[in-house]
Nanobody, 124 residues
Framework: QVQLVESGGGLVQAGGSLRLSCSAS????????MGWFRQVPGKEREFVAA????????YYPDSVKGRFTISRDKAMSTVYLQMDSLSPDDTAVYYC?????????????????WGQGTQVTVSS
């Protein structure tokens, strides 16, 4: 019932910016945690950012803090990830996720729903 669809990925030069969108449907998402994760071949899925749907409190790992900004538009049922100062190390497939009862926002296992992902490629 819950569906998450990512968009906005593409090719960008190092130092540039990109804005990802996650269109969410199937729930009011009250009390949900919405997250962004990324994954490259041969590596585990990595936490990028999260936000509480109702309150809007953001969470970030040190790897993206100060460069990435997560936000949500409740009226549009959309979660955004604004990515600035991109580097080739940010190249990955980016996934949107949602969880009803998330107490550890960086843990993949705590999220119930996932989108299909959108490719972000940062060139040197």
């Amino acid at each position: 019932q819950v569906q998450l669809v990512e968009s906005g990925g593409g090719l960008v030069q190092a130092g540039g910016s990109l804005r990802l969108s996650c269109s969410a449907s199937g729930s009011t998402f009250a009390n949900y945690i919405m997250g962004w994760f990324r994954q490259v071949p041969g590596k585990e899925r990595e936490f990028v950012a999260a936000i509480s749907w109702t309150i809007g409190r953001p969470y970030y790992p040190d790897s993206v803090k100060g460069r990435f900004t997560i936000s949500r538009d409740k009226a549009m049922s959309t979660v955004y990830l604004q990515m600035d100062s991109l580097s080739p190390d940010d190249t990955a497939v980016y996934y949107c996720a949602a969880g009803r009862t998330v107490v550890e926002v960086a843990s993949v296992s705590r999220y119930e729903y996932w989108g299909q992902g959108t490719q972000v490629t940062v060139s040197s």
